[in-house]
């Protein structure tokens, strides 16, 4: 069985986190600013959903009879879809959308909606990734059995090409986890006994996954084809915006976590990591874009990584302004904060390194 926590360093720098902590609710207080959603968030809300919503009704309208502009709206799906994961869901299943809990659950649950499963994201994510950020063994995110994201993992010879067919690989993503991974998650997130925190059991959890997953499949294929008749046309798209909204969730995350400057820890025999948890996520986590505005619009703020894993209760509208805080504090009590300029350089460093650790 998998081990589901280890134990951090607590006296590796306790005064950077404390004294960052003060300064980010000072912020908060002198500028009266509560640390969640706004009306901006909801505008992003309805712009997201419709555009992941208005294509498909255009799809099973038949408006378009030939094969590129039906693939285009399945392109527009897709983004939609990632935009939803990343500016919405993102948020509300780490309770920082809205101050009104039942709000954020409510919201969470359109992770269901894209053919994943609010538990096994919460869990993986929230419980697993945001505690133990690059730690082998433990968060999930560079834990990919065809690839190779940390120096502590075996090497086999396939991963020498990596950095090139990996880019398919994570274009599978949300349909793989749409497909098997809820499931296999599932049931080892309840061998862990992590699912008792959700209040719920695996057989419940599993009855609910695969009704959500049909009803997923029904609406959003079975209607198209049912209205058009195109079968073929709506499996083709359908997979085409699986991809797509793979691609870009994969690169998002990926380039904030395994880069050529990041760090990567494998705990010791008594389950200990030389690092406390806040200098770990400084370590583990890089900023992207940051002058991009359109793309960290698009992706809820999360070329903002390094404010996002020290302060994931408090909603990416504020990361922009937050940042400046948390790079000065870094650089006072001699922490890393790394970043690059460009999303292209992000994605850069991060398939150099995929090549380094595919072939030594």
């Not at 094969?67 to 509300?92: E, Q, R, T, Y």
């Not at 950095?163 to 862990?192: M, N, S």
């Not at 909204?245 to 995350?253: D, N, R, S």
Request: net charge positive.
């Amino acid at each position: 069985m998998k081990n589901n926590t280890v134990k951090f360093n607590t006296s590796d720098k306790p005064e950077f986190i404390v004294e960052l902590r003060k300064r980010i609710n000072t912020y908060f207080k002198e500028n009266n600013l509560n640390r969640y959603g706004s009306k901006e968030m909801h505008v992003k809300t309805v712009f997201m959903i419709l555009l992941y919503v208005l294509p498909w009704v255009v799809l099973s309208l038949g408006i378009f009879t030939s094969m590129f502009p039906i693939i285009a709206l399945w392109v527009l799906i897709g983004i939609g879809m990632a935009g939803i994961g990343l500016s919405i869901m993102h948020d509300a299943n780490h309770g920082s959308y809205s101050k009104n809990q039942k709000v954020n659950k409510r919201l969470g649950y359109l992770m269901n909606c894209l053919g994943g499963n609010h538990i096994t994201w919460k869990i993986q994510h929230n419980t697993l990734h945001h505690s133990f950020t690059n730690v082998d063994g433990l968060d999930e995110d560079i834990d990919i059995p065809v690839m190779r994201f940390s120096p502590d993992q075996k090497r086999h010879p396939l991963f020498r090409f990596q950095a090139i067919y990996g880019i398919f690989f994570y274009g599978l993503l949300t349909l793989f986890k749409y497909l098997v991974k809820d499931f296999v998650q599932l049931a080892d997130y309840e061998k862990r006994g992590l699912l008792k925190k959700h209040n719920t059991s695996l057989s419940k959890a599993i009855f609910l996954a695969i009704l959500m997953k049909i009803a997923y499949a029904v609406i959003l294929v079975g209607i198209p084809v049912m209205l058009t008749g195109m079968v073929s046309e709506m499996i083709i798209g359908f997979l085409v915006m699986h991809f797509v909204c793979g691609l870009i969730l994969a690169f998002i995350f990926q380039c904030a976590h395994v880069l050529e400057e990041t760090s990567f820890y494998q705990p010791d025999e008594d389950q200990s990591v030389e690092a406390s948890w806040a200098i770990l996520q400084m370590r583990t986590t890089a900023n992207f874009a940051k002058g991009n505005k359109v793309l960290s619009w698009f992706i809820g703020g999360l070329n903002y990584q390094i404010e996002h894993h020290l302060f994931p209760t408090i909603c990416h509208i504020h990361y922009k302004k937050m940042s400046p805080i948390v790079k000065a504090t870094a650089e006072e009590f001699g922490v890393p904060y790394y970043e690059h300029k460009t999303f292209t350089g992000a994605i850069g460093s991060h398939l150099r390194l995929l090549h380094k650790l595919g072939k030594a």
